[in-house]
């Protein structure tokens, strides 16, 4: 048994290739959840699940074409540029191990198998794909209590839903992931918590959801009373897996508040049934290390420094260029990149006021349809007054199979945006510096 588990390790590392035992579904199903399962299970984005023998083992074949060609699992950024904690792609160990149990018929295994002992971690990770894509179960679920109906007229959307809470405590939050019933429809997410300690205000009174369509947000917000002490802000967006925070990281859900969930519905050509809302992991200890966010650039701080202005003419690539200045010492836990359909190249780089440069992010092939929270494997320290920089091309030509316009227009970004728009944004996931945060392992 100690020889087996020595061999899987080795295996697992690249080092050697599965000759003494057969491999079997319970052989490779640790694989398969952790690289494919987060995304191919029931209710998210891709378009099958693969959380089951029986679903694998019908798509064997259409499994082995797209992990030798290297389509899948996608992954987008360059990791000799970066490399990051999260990287979905097969190692060749994993590789190998997956495509040799494909051609000796992909056997299902059992537990007098030599490989036998997976079966409960097998089922128990099988069981929690089904409502998350974490290691855990949620502590909490917060989301609508009835479907929402996007119609099917092809117009897109914009529903801001809210969801009020109140708890007898605080809670600490170590991870937190959007949920929903029905992820193909949903362009992308954001949503923040708001605390309200003042009994007077009616958490629960006022619209259970406001339709912030494009031409009429100019008009008074009926969310603003809620939204004057934000507690966190985050989203989802295409391939976005969990968001989490290591060690004694994480910020504190408030006792009393409201939950607004601005959730973009791509154009549908059929009436869909929309459920929206978010998991959270309570932390059993204290939040000493409070995460925070802001978004850079389009839609976020210095979006009105964009050089040149972010007008995309059509029938060209354009590059944009941002530097923004950063005011406190900083330790990044992640980045999340963003552009819509006619992204291109995004690059990432902090420059230090000793002229330094550190590597952040490059996306060498934009896809909006694979998008991630990149983590890093370690904190990376941003010293006080360095330059965050971005550099972004985009393809508003013909040439480009993602133009949402045929043929090309100009495009121009004015805050939220349709698809038809773009974006700009940079994500910088961090907490104050501390001394010694560079050599911490995330």
Known sequence: MRKTAACIILLFAGLITVNAQPVTYRTVAP????????????????PFSLTSYPDVRKRISFIKKVITDGYMPPWRADARYRDFANHRLLTEGEKQLLLQWIDNNAPEG????????HEDQVEARRSLLQV???????????????????????????????????FSEEHSIEAIEFFTNNKKIIHHANYG????ADTAVDIGGGPRLVNSADDDRRRPDPYGLYKKKMTYYTGWIPGTSVESY???????????????????????????QSIVGVNLFFRKGAVRRPVQIISLGSGGVAESDISPPFFIPRDR????????????EQSLLAVWPHMHLLGKEFFAYAVTPAGDTIHLVHIPDWDFRWQELYKFKNLIRIPKGSVINMDCTYDNTANNPFNPNAP??????????????????????????????????L
């Open 31 to 46: 694989v398969i959840f952790n690289k494919c399962a987060t995304c191919h299970r029931a209710g998210d984005a891709a």
């Open 110 to 117: 059992t537990n007098n198998a030599p490989d036998g002992g």
């Open 132 to 166: 998350t894509g974490w290691y855990r179960k949620p502590d909490l679920t917060m989301k609508l209590d009835s479907a929402f109906t996007v119609k099917g007229d092809n117009t897109e959307r914009f529903i801001v839903f809210k969801l009020p809470f109140e």
């Open 193 to 196: 918590f708001y605390e309200i």
């Open 246 to 272: 290591p060690n004694d990281f994480g910020w504190v859900m408030p006792k009393r508040g409201v939950l607004l969930i601005t959730t973009h519905y791509s154009a549908s050509a059929l009436d869909e």
């Open 317 to 328: 690539v354009s590059t944009f260029h941002l530097k923004v200045k950063t005011k406190d």
């Open 408 to 441: 090309p227009e100009g495009v121009f970004s004015v805050g939220d945006m349709s698809s038809k728009n773009e974006m700009m944004t940079l994500l910088l996931i961090y907490v104050p510096y501390r001394e010694g945060d560079e050599q911490m392992v």
